[in-house]
């Protein structure tokens, strides 16, 4: 390894290490502009010039551009190496707006903070400044030119390191712009980190913008729930309201970017809408009298009809604390076994999908940016999970090959290989790939159970209906590479398909390659809600329970049925039919009107929490303010009422694990995080999933991972079921997920509203000859349910025999009744 000199002081760096980099090891910061530790090096700049004294290089150079080399002496502080740095932070400062009072990047500028450590503070130049047009670039990113400093840091982000093309470098030499061909909304649904990225204050953030400065926030490091990634951000609130959000650094996860989703879906948590008061019966009530009133209202349902005609929901956006606290309860009085997810497929793939993860598979989404192969099987990653397919750009970036096998029209910002295989035949096809890869040596070679499996994907090979050269080319990419990855989806797949992806990465590292499996869930603690439920429970259980009058009261724990359940006649019938629909959530969803009690809790960003991401990541969240309403609320946009009180006005809401606690009359006993930690001591005792968590004060604040049983599980015991759907002349139906607009909490953010395209319906090319519809036309689907009506969009790169439809709240998707996934072509009609 390289040991190195900097400023007097030794140290020993990894081979391929930069100069600036092992001085920022040091403690010391050589100033820069275009490097930045995801792009690289470039050398645009100039200001990160060093003086090299002994060594293969001599003089001043540049430290981003410049490999550490044994017998290398570096100064920084060099009088020839300070007075470039300083003259090139003139030249920059040439054509620079004197505008930092009003600039939004005032406080956390680099071009501030070199300018004033450089020691420039007289422009000499007498000449006209150069000037620009600003442009419109969507409602997220404020386009202010005249401070662009030439860096391209921007203009590499965009294009080389996030795949898109509709910004970058225009004209040439001291007038290059940087924007788009024309005006527009930025195409990229990760192009907020612009705004970190840049060095100055050329893209700042719209939303937040005249709110406050850097030093104004109380800044909180937070997490993003708006997938099941679990990215992690920096939470910026002022006066009593989260302002914004940023990419936090975290290696494993994220690295130093998030999607525009996680940057932009918390307005939720600041809404005028929001609600904040308890209700019972139409009237306003504290929190205390709500409870006593639901107390109250369950206990003459248990004297009449039994403790078990109780029933709880919760939801994958549940905090861990919450997860817990509504088995605890249910189990405490005897109710009904507490629903997390949506519905019995989704909750079977979840469970299986944890119980064959284990630490020999599991990778973390960083580490997909260092394989060589990777398998899409059934996942959308840039509408399900976007910071995944800005893995999967890096991975193809450094020559890995991405396939994709999934039915619907999926798009990457790279390039890919897509088998549009119907959700039956998914596992078939990258079967036939394993099959067609591994050579009869390396299958001899495999113990019984590896063999068999083998054996199986062979026969299954005969049913797939992709063309045998795609599977040979993937073939050949997968015989020679060494790290492939399987990415594998929970939602669209097969219930088999969780466990077969998890044998196929078993049969790769059996036969020798370091191979890899991340999941896709629905919802940022699924993992967690998976390891609580109980098998063949969920949301579409508790409805038919109620349908059968077996429940008669059910308690919706920050659970909204109505936005995901396909069947929105069958489920609102349901809720009618209850004696009692108590609802406890943050946000006014449809289901609080219908509540007979409403209790309101807290945010994450409230009352902070556990999650555990899709690969089994524990990670913890403090609050990052102590709650109540915004000022700029309570006092209807001026000043805030001049009333003197000891309370904080709107902090009544609670934190949901701490309002059920009260039901079993533990909550107002011990403070919270006393309580937090003993419903931490519960799960370990009484789940034994979670026999494996850390304590709280063992998960550092980059998270820890956990597995249900570490190294005990078994691979190669799932059958294969027959791959394909049956043609009988119908349209498979399929609700997706969408980038923007389908996620519950981010459809809450208006901003996020304006990038929510135009719900349509997706149909292949060849159906939609067949039918005589066009692209563009307006199409009417009769469903038993009632009738979806949407735009028609024809397209290529789907299987035949589908129709993706968005589950988007501006469409009304919910007209099919439960179990209905196929329609007849008669069923479809173009409007008139």
């Not at 937070?222 to 910026?236: D, K, M, Q, V």
């Not at 307005?267 to 308890?278: E, F, H, I, M, V």
């Amino acid at each position: 390894m390289p040991k190195i000199i900097i400023d007097d002081r030794d140290i020993e760096v990894a081979p391929g290490t930069k100069v600036i980099e092992a001085a920022e090891q040091l403690g010391i910061m050589i100033p820069r502009f275009c490097y930045h530790p995801a792009l690289g090096s470039v050398g645009a700049c100039r200001v990160c010039a060093v003086k090299f004294l002994q060594g293969p290089f001599k003089g001043v150079q540049m430290s981003c551009m410049v490999d550490a080399q044994d017998d290398m002496v570096v100064s920084t502080t060099d009088e020839e190496a300070v007075a470039f740095r300083k003259s090139v932070i003139e030249w920059l400062m040439l054509h620079h707006p004197h505008d930092c009072p009003v600039c939004d990047a005032g406080g956390h500028c680099l071009l501030q903070d070199m300018t004033v450590s450089g020691g420039h503070g007289i422009r000499r130049y007498p000449g006209k400044k150069r000037t620009y047009h600003d442009q419109y670039l969507g409602p997220l990113i404020q386009h202010e030119m005249n401070r662009c400093i030439h860096c391209y840091r921007c203009s590499r982000f965009y294009q080389e390191f996030n795949g898109y093309r509709d910004l970058g470098a225009m004209q040439s030499a001291n007038q290059t712009y940087f924007g788009r061909f024309e005006e527009g909304i930025l195409e990229s649904p990760f192009s907020g980190n612009l705004i970190d990225i840049c060095p100055t204050g050329v893209y700042t953030d719209k939303p937040s913008r005249y709110f406050g400065r850097r030093w104004d926030y109380e800044r909180s490091p937070s997490l993003c729930i708006n997938c099941s990634l679990g990215c992690h951000t920096i939470a910026s609130s002022r006066y009593r309201k989260v302002v914004r959000q940023e990419a936090r650094l975290n290696e494993a996860i994220n690295g130093h970017f998030i999607c525009d989703r996680g940057r932009y879906g918390f307005s939720y948590n600041s809404l005028k809408q929001r609600p904040r008061t308890a209700l019972f019966d139409g009237q306003t009530a504290s929190i205390d009298e709500g409870l006593a009133v639901l107390k109250q209202r369950l206990q003459a349902i248990v004297d009449t009809d039994g403790s078990a005609a109780i029933a709880c929901a919760g939801s994958s956006r549940n905090s861990l604390e919450t997860l817990a606290m509504i088995k605890r309860v249910s189990q405490a009085r005897s109710w009904q076994p507490p629903a997390y997810l949506i519905d019995d497929a989704i909750t079977a793939k979840v469970k299986t999908a944890i119980s064959v993860l284990d630490p020999d598979l599991a990778v973390e989404m960083r580490e997909i940016e260092s394989a060589d192969f990777v398998a899409v099987l059934g996942a959308d990653p840039l509408n399900e999970a976007p910071m995944l397919a800005l893995a999967l750009r890096q991975a193809q970036r450094k020559g890995a090959t991405i396939a994709v096998f999934d039915p619907r029209p999926v798009c990457l910002p790279c390039e890919f290989t897509h088998l549009p295989a119907d959700p039956d035949a998914i596992h078939t096809g990258f079967g036939a790939v394993i099959n067609t890869a591994l050579d009869a040596a390396v299958v001899d070679k495999l113990d019984a159970p590896a063999r068999e499996f083998y054996s199986s994907l062979a026969a299954g090979e005969q049913t797939f209906t992709f063309q045998q050269t795609e599977i040979d080319t993937l073939a050949e990419k997968l015989k020679t590479c060494q790290r492939p990855v399987m990415v594998c989806g929970t939602e669209i797949v097969s219930r088999q398909t969780p466990a077969l992806a998890a044998d196929c990465a078993a049969l790769l590292q059996a036969a020798g390659k370091a191979a890899g499996l991340f999941y896709v869930m629905p919802g940022t603690n699924a993992f967690a809600a998976g390891l609580l439920t109980d098998e063949n429970v969920s949301v579409e259980t508790l409805i038919t329970a109620i349908e059968q009058g077996s429940v008669k009261a059910l308690i919706l724990v920050e659970c909204n049925p109505l936005w995901q359940f396909p069947d929105r006649q069958r489920i609102e019938q349901a809720l009618q039919k209850l004696e009692l629909l108590a609802v406890t959530d943050y946000v006014n969803s449809e289901v609080v009107p219908k509540a007979n009690i409403f209790l309101p809790t807290t945010t994450l960003y409230e009352s902070g929490g556990i999650y555990i991401n899709q690969e089994g990541r524990v990670q913890v969240v403090e609050p990052a303010y102590r709650g109540g309403i915004p000022i700029a609320e309570t006092g209807n946009g001026d000043h805030p009422p001049r009333i003197y009180d000891s309370q904080i006005p709107g902090v009544e809401p609670q934190a949901a694990w701490q309002i059920l606690a009260q039901l079993i009359d533990i909550g107002q006993q011990i403070n919270a995080n006393d309580l937090r930690t003993d419903i931490q001591h519960w799960l370990i005792k009484s789940e034994s999933g979670f026999n494996q968590l850390p304590g709280l004060a063992q998960i550092p604040p980059l998270g820890t991972r956990f597995f249900q049983a570490p190294n005990s599980q078994k691979h190669f015991e799932c059958q294969q079921p027959n791959g394909g759907s049956t043609d009988d002349g119908r349209l498979e139906v399929l609700v997706t997920e969408r980038t923007f607009g389908t996620e519950e909490l981010s459809a809450y953010s208006a901003c996020l509203q304006e990038l929510a395209n135009a719900p349509c319906i997706c149909m292949h090319s060849s159906d939609a000859q067949q039918l005589n519809l066009n692209d563009g036309d307006q199409v009417a689907l009769e469903l038993n349910g009632g009738v979806i009506e949407a735009r028609l969009q024809v397209v290529e790169n789907m299987a035949p025999a589908m129709l993706i439809i968005p589950r988007d709240g501006k469409l009304n998707w919910q007209q099919m009744e439960t179990g209905q996934t196929r329609i007849r072509r008669d069923q479809i009609r173009k409007v008139e």
